[in-house]
Nanobody, 115 residues
């Protein structure tokens, strides 16, 4: 049973930082592509950042230079360091694991950035 548990969300002022974590279980974590998505009210869920099993990363244009995705294959955890946060970053952030053709999701962690 694949389980993804996010943590680290919260309320922060514009320009602040947060670090999200996602602990995975039930998977061979080191071989899985891990991603962070977000969904704001009224919007579709969108990809924020992705990291392959080899550590290659890609980012949405809106977060390039501000967010950093990383992974710890010993602790089965993926991180999202978010700096210079803006009110438009306010959303529910989801951890995603893609295993073959199946997507697994965490429950989400809320990030709210006040102006």
């Amino acid at each position: 049973q694949v389980q993804l548990v996010e943590s680290g969300g919260g309320l922060v002022q514009s320009g602040g930082s947060l670090r999200l974590s996602c602990a995975a279980s039930g998977v061979i974590f080191s071989s899985v592509i891990m991603s962070w998505y977000r969904q704001a009210p009224g919007n579709q869920r969108e990809l924020v950042a992705r990291i392959t099993s080899y550590g290659s990363t890609n980012y949405a244009d809106a977060v390039k230079g501000r967010f950093t995705i990383s992974r710890d294959n010993v602790k089965n955890t993926v991180f999202l360091q978010m700096n210079s946060l803006k009110p438009v970053d306010t959303a529910l952030y989801y951890c995603n694991a893609r295993i073959l053709a199946t997507n697994f999701w965490g429950q989400g962690t809320q990030v709210t950035v006040s102006s």
